[in-house]
């Protein structure tokens, strides 16, 4: 009798830790695919979720400890593309998502170039900001060329306060990025 109880606490207690493991308060994950592979890591405060995006065809989230995506003011994700005949290149992806939010709706949709941030493994992620949308979100997007795609790590935020306040956190999310599918610095280059 004492035994079945005990197993019963033991399914019940692994119930409840298979179903959180989606949500990872400032996890680290790897996104792959046919011919990339990087590591991205949680913001401090920020939780991963790599299940509750799924259906939108996002591998991984990211939105505030405390929160939840849909609810959340400021939410993260990252996506990729194959590079192709219409997109080579990271200005030419930024024309593509301008055009393709006008053609949803978003007539005055326009990107800016912000800044480029140096990330883990020392790649250039060009950060845009993107107004104009018909719901009034504020967007802020890392582009990071790669080999044969281009990877984006997006922040949206529902309000100019929200967006601003989420900055820190974005920059962290950016910065954490390692392509793994780049050779390790030979060792003697970097004792000269």
């Not at 509750?52 to 593309?81: I, M, T």
Request: hydrophobic fraction near 40%; aromatic fraction near 12%.
């Amino acid at each position: 009798m004492l035994l079945s109880r005990y197993l019963v606490v033991c399914f019940i207690a692994c119930g409840v830790v298979n179903a959180r493991a989606d949500q990872i308060l400032e996890g680290f994950t790897v996104l792959k695919g046919d011919g990339y592979a990087f590591e991205l890591k949680a913001p401090l405060g920020w939780i991963l979720d790599d299940k509750v995006g799924n259906d939108q065809g996002l591998n991984v989230v990211f939105y505030p400890e405390h929160s939840s995506w849909d609810k959340s003011e400021a939410v993260c994700f990252a996506r990729v593309r194959s590079l192709d005949n219409h997109v080579t290149n990271v200005e030419e992806q930024v024309k593509d998502t301008v055009r393709a939010f006008r053609d949803n709706g978003n007539p005055k949709a326009e990107a800016k170039f912000i800044k480029t941030l140096t990330t883990q493994d020392a790649s250039k992620a060009k950060i845009y900001y993107y107004t104009g949308d018909q719901f009034g979100n504020n967007e802020a997007t890392a582009y990071i060329q790669a080999k044969g795609s281009i990877h984006f790590i997006t922040l949206s935020a529902r309000s100019s306060k929200s967006f601003r306040d989420a900055l820190p956190a974005f920059d962290a999310l950016v910065t954490s990025y390692e392509d793994l599918t780049k050779p390790p610095a030979e060792v003697s280059s970097l004792f000269h």
